[in-house]
């Protein structure tokens, strides 16, 4: 390995980097024209040129700034073994789009399957654990519905996620876990497709804690409307608790109703009182 100095109009970033889109580059552009470009890029011979593994960004934004050149670390890579470095820079700083880097894991089995061809294979290779793994992989499956939409970040700013412009990912793990279950399984594929986009957006403002009572709600009553589910999950936490005391034949009533439902009667007897109250018109 050496760093040398090499032109920016002569290197290319290649099929073999785990990022799709630079994005934008304003404040990095303004970073090297103050400061210079700090840490060089990693990059592979290919055919007589150089590609870009790490640094596509910076190379955006240096060729932006006006640099002729650019220091540059020369590793002799096969394709694996780019798409490896790549994905393991960009894993650690977090800054790859989620379906980015889903795509580049996919990739990754494919092209090695010998080194990389199972979740075990890929955890090893990158330095992360087996269960984030499968958890990128699993949020992939959600996202072709979810792109235009609810697209899943991972630190989506604050107005997206309060206006359901954006999925935080760890939202996103436990929506594409209760598409697994089997209740959830039995709905038509459209009723699916349609409550995966409704139910990400509802939580998406929502803290974890919250969402994962929403979802975990849904899980149970997936035939009911999403705005149903919402209310039902969070509606206890934001009452009154009332302490009440029910005849022997009405407490029974209430645990035989309740475990039909799988549910617990403390869940079941706000539902109860509630659906009564607007029975008789107490409640609009």
Do not use: C
């Not at 470009?37 to 190379?59: A, I, T, W």
């Not at 540059?72 to 800054?95: F, T």
């Not at 499956?141 to 979810?146: A, D, F, G, I």
């Amino acid at each position: 390995m050496k760093i040398v100095q090499l032109r920016t109009s002569g290197l290319s970033v290649g099929d073999y980097n785990a990022r799709r889109e630079v994005g934008d580059v304003t404040d990095l552009k303004a970073s090297i024209e103050s400061e210079g470009l700090l840490q060089p890029l990693v990059v592979r011979p290919v055919k007589g040129k150089y590609e870009v593994v790490v640094g596509s960004r910076r190379l955006a934004a240096a060729k932006a700034a006006g640099l002729k050149t650019v220091s540059a670390l020369v590793r002799e890579m096969d394709d694996s073994e780019a798409l490896l470095v790549s994905l393991s820079e960009n894993i650690q700083r977090q800054s790859l789009d989620p379906e980015e880097e889903a795509e580049a894991l996919q990739t990754l089995m494919r092209i090695d399957d010998e080194k990389y061809g199972n979740t075990k294979k890929l955890a090893k290779g990158l330095g992360i654990s087996e269960a984030r793994i499968k958890q990128k992989l699993m949020v992939m499956e959600l996202m072709p519905r979810l792109r235009r939409e609810v697209p899943v970040r991972y630190a989506p700013p604050t107005y997206e996620r309060r206006e359901s412009k954006a999925l935080p990912f760890e939202h996103a793990t436990i929506v594409a876990d209760a598409f697994r279950t089997e209740e959830v399984k039995k709905l038509p594929e459209k009723v699916k497709e349609q409550k995966q986009v409704e139910l990400a957006k509802t939580i998406a403002p929502l803290p974890q804690e919250q969402a994962r009572k929403v979802v975990d709600r849904f899980k149970m009553f997936p035939e009911k409307p999403i705005t149903t589910v919402r209310r039902e999950a969070l509606q206890m936490e934001a009452g009154v608790m009332i302490r009440s005391y029910f005849r022997p034949r009405i407490a029974r009533a209430l645990e035989q109703a309740a475990s039909e439902r799988n549910m617990t009667t403390e869940e079941l007897v706000p539902l109860a009182v509630e659906d009564w109250l607007r029975t008789k018109g107490y409640l609009g």
